[in-house]
């Protein structure tokens, strides 16, 4: 299976009922596609198994609350409709895409009460999303633009409209070269990537934002804990631009982006050092146990 995203075989589950992959289709006038009324998550399926896909649908409802969206289902209908969907693709490792939306209805203005609220669950293979960055350490430029703060938008929601300036800094980022950019809060502290959390060593110690301007990421929380069983200092605080400068070796989390090594941020460089892969590696044995 491989191609455009609208044009593969297989199915896709919109509220209940299995559709053609061709066909699972939006009117025009959908709301989300105005006004970014959406919510979504982000899921790997190893060995046939969701990675915590409780925790994952979950969040969906939290975004869902977050934005003023009512909740379509509850986690328990939510992880049987995974469950039938990534059965139906066949696949054992693959990327599963559950996305809750406002659709068109009687409402065409910013408001959108009257519309009906739409599910769907999308399975499909998805490798290393930073390709070979996975060996040899990301390069990452730094973003032109903020993490907003929680007075501005629902930061912590899983929302399509969070990622309207992570997609412009990505381009920017491709555009010269790098894989990922690595943005600043709106204090000017270190964030996140696009796409994923971000973890920093030195001497011996991990250090990585306070996630209260943005996602606190479940492949976050799971890295931070197998540090930890590891009896590795983890130091959860807010981390200046300049103190790169001090940082031996960085690693990105997310469940796209698993753990990977980054190798250079703007003008900093990190080696790929033993703490990255070894929890790299442990991460990996997690998923697949
Ligand atoms: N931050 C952003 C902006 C993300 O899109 C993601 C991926 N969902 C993450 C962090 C990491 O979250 P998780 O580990 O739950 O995938």
Not at 14 to 38: I, N, Q
Not at 41 to 47: D, I, P, S
Not at 59 to 79: G, N
Not at 177 to 183: F, H, I, Q, R, T
Request: proline share 4%.
């Amino acid at each position: 299976m491989a191609g455009a995203y609208d044009n593969r075989d297989g199915v896709i589950w919109m509220d209940g009922t299995f559709v053609p992959w061709r066909e699972a289709k939006v009117h025009v006038l959908t709301h989300a596609l105005h006004y970014a009324s959406s919510v979504f998550e982000g899921e790997r399926a190893y060995n046939g198994k969701i990675f915590k896909s409780r925790e994952h649908s979950e969040r969906l409802l939290k975004s869902c609350d977050y934005i003023d969206i009512p909740r379509p289902y509850t986690v328990d209908e939510l992880e049987a409709a995974k469950k039938e969907a990534l059965a139906k693709s066949g696949l054992s490792d693959a990327y599963v895409r559950p996305v809750v939306w406002r659709g068109s209805g009687e409402d065409m203005g910013v408001a959108s009460a009257r519309n009906p609220v739409k599910t769907a669950i999308a399975v499909w293979e998805w490798g290393a999303y930073y390709g070979d960055a996975k060996m040899q350490g990301a390069k990452l430029d730094i973003s032109a633009w903020k993490r907003p703060s929680p007075e501005t938008i629902p930061c912590f929601a899983k929302a399509s409209g969070l990622y309207m300036i992570c997609t412009m800094s990505k381009h920017a980022a491709e555009a010269k070269g790098c894989s990922d950019a690595l943005m600043m809060d709106y204090r000017g502290y270190v964030a996140e990537a696009t796409g994923a959390n971000v973890f920093f060593v030195k001497d011996g110690a991990v250090h990585t934002p306070k996630p209260d301007c943005f996602l606190n990421g479940i492949t976050r929380q799971t890295v931070i804990d197998l540090l930890k069983e590891k009896n590795i200092e983890v130091i959860e605080r807010h981390i200046e631009p300049s103190e790169m400068e001090g940082f031996e070796q960085c690693w990105l989390t997310g469940t796209a982006a698993e753990v990977t090594p980054v190798g250079k941020i703007g003008d900093f460089t990190f080696e790929v050092g033993a703490l990255t892969r070894d929890i790299a590696e442990t991460y990996e044995k997690l998923v697949r146990s």
